[in-house]
């Protein structure tokens, strides 16, 4: 078997050599593992604090809309005690229309024929209106469920013509069902008809 001594010189560079296959191996076996989970982990994080974030605005909106359905079922129970008017009311229904719809920017509202379930009539009409923004639009909708006549109002479309309903221009589009007693004597029924304003 053959002896070899290594020189000074020999042996600083296999301890250079040995420690720089700890350092590689170190940085494949442990830091770089590690680094990439640490990494991961932020983005998980990441992740996780914008899905929180999104579901606290939801959160937030859907209380908001909670809050605004609760007023809408305060109105409901406020109409649902207005009176029934007797056939034919379309006058003083448009006239409440005219003060209500004054808040309005524009509007149209179109009359279909009026229609008869045992001795009630109903006058059903689309209205479409415009105004600077979603509080007025509220409002205008507010003052048809808290008027004196009773009236359903349908499906309501909110159309916003900027960017922000909440600060921006509203278009809405609804139907709303006027309630009137009938008597027998009363047959004929007025047609229907357009109001623009």
């Not at 009773?150 to 499906?155: A, D, N, P, S």
């Not at 029924?189 to 357009?194: E, N």
């Amino acid at each position: 078997m053959l002896k070899r001594t290594f020189s000074k010189r020999e042996k600083i560079l296999l301890l250079i050599l040995t420690l720089l296959v700890i350092a590689i191996g170190y940085y494949l076996i442990v830091w770089q593992p590690v680094e990439a989970r640490v990494r991961a982990a932020a983005a998980m994080e990441a992740d996780a604090d914008g899905a929180y974030a999104i579901e606290e605005v939801k959160l937030v909106q859907m209380q908001q809309m909670q809050t605004e359905l609760a007023e809408l079922d305060a109105f409901e129970e406020k109409q649902n005690a207005a009176a029934i008017p007797p056939y034919d009311n379309a006058k003083r229904v448009m006239q409440l229309l005219n003060g209500i719809l004054t808040a309005a920017e524009r509007y149209e509202i179109s009359f279909a024929n009026v229609e008869t379930q045992g001795n009630l009539a109903l006058r059903t009409l689309q209205m479409r209106f415009a105004c600077a923004d979603y509080e007025n639009a509220k409002t205008i909708l507010r003052a048809l469920y808290a008027g004196p006549y009773r009236c359903k109002i349908g499906t309501m479309t909110f159309r916003c013509e900027g960017e922000d309903i909440q600060t921006g221009a509203v278009s809405v589009e609804t139907e709303i069902t006027f309630y009137e007693f009938l008597t027998d004597a009363q047959t004929e029924i007025a047609p229907a008809g357009t109001e623009n304003g």
